[in-house]
């Protein structure tokens, strides 16, 4: 069975931090590519950064420079390294797979930035 867990989410004031952390268990791990998605209210889910398992990385425009994403293929971990947080970047934060059993998403966990 095919597993994603979120953690790390949280309130946070502007400018701060966070880091994001994903568990995967169920298939081999560092073949795939990962990534994490965020979903404010009335707002469709959208691509925030996502990593191949040969450590390729690609993030959207409004986080570049701000986040990283990184991976580590013995734990079986996915993180997201959030700095210069902004209100806007509230919202909840989902960790995805894609593997060849098709994608998978974690539970999700909140990310609140206050101004």
């Known amino acids: 069975q095919v597993q994603l867990v979120e953690s790390g989410g949280g309130l946070v004031q502007s400018g701060g931090s966070l880091r994001l952390s994903c568990s995967f268990s169920?298939?081999?791990?560092?073949?795939?590519?990962m990534g994490w998605y965020r979903q404010a209210p009335e707002k469709q889910r959208e691509l925030v950064a996502d990593?191949?398992?040969?450590?390729?990385?690609n993030y959207v425009d409004s986080v570049k420079g701000r986040f990283t994403i990184s991976r580590d293929n013995v734990k079986n971990t996915i993180y997201l390294e959030m700095n210069s947080l902004r209100p806007e970047d509230t919202a909840a934060y989902y960790c995805?797979?894609?593997?060849?059993?098709?994608?998978?998403w974690g539970q999700g966990t909140q990310v609140t930035v206050s101004s």
């Open positions: 995805r797979a894609n593997t060849f059993m098709g994608t998978f």
């Open positions: 169920g298939l081999n791990f560092p073949d795939y590519l």
């Open positions: 990593i191949t398992g040969g450590g390729t990385t």
